[in-house]
């Protein structure tokens, strides 16, 4: 898997657990041009805040999902496709 193909997926997956656990998230748009590792500071911090946010919404009571089905992982797969078929790639 190439590092843009990780960071999307990484990304997408980010959406959906915001998702189910009714967080408002909106990811950063990568603005990287080059190949990368598929993870990078920003994506990290991203990470976790939405992981402190899930631990504060689950202190508040509310019922948290921490992972996802395969179903979830599968979905978020189809969302890179979706992604990368919109992505200039031009350099």
């Known amino acids: 898997m190439k590092g843009k193909d990780k960071c ?3 990304k997408s997956i ?3 657990l915001a998702e189910i656990n ?3 998230y909106t990811p950063h748009p990568c603005n990287n041009t080059e190949e990368c ?8 911090a991203e990470s976790k805040w939405l992981l402190h ?6 202190d508040k009571g509310y019922p948290i999902i921490y ?6 992982v599968i979905e978020a797969s189809k969302n890179v496709i979706s992604i990368e078929s919109n992505c200039d790639t031009r350099r």
Not at 37 to 44: H, S
């Open 8 to 10: 999307a997926l990484l």
């Open 14 to 16: 980010r959406v959906r």
């Open 22 to 24: 009714s967080i408002p």
């Open 37 to 44: 590792c598929g993870t990078c500071e920003l994506c990290d």
């Open 53 to 58: 946010t899930m631990k504060e919404y689950e």
């Open 67 to 72: 992972s996802l089905c395969e179903s979830d």
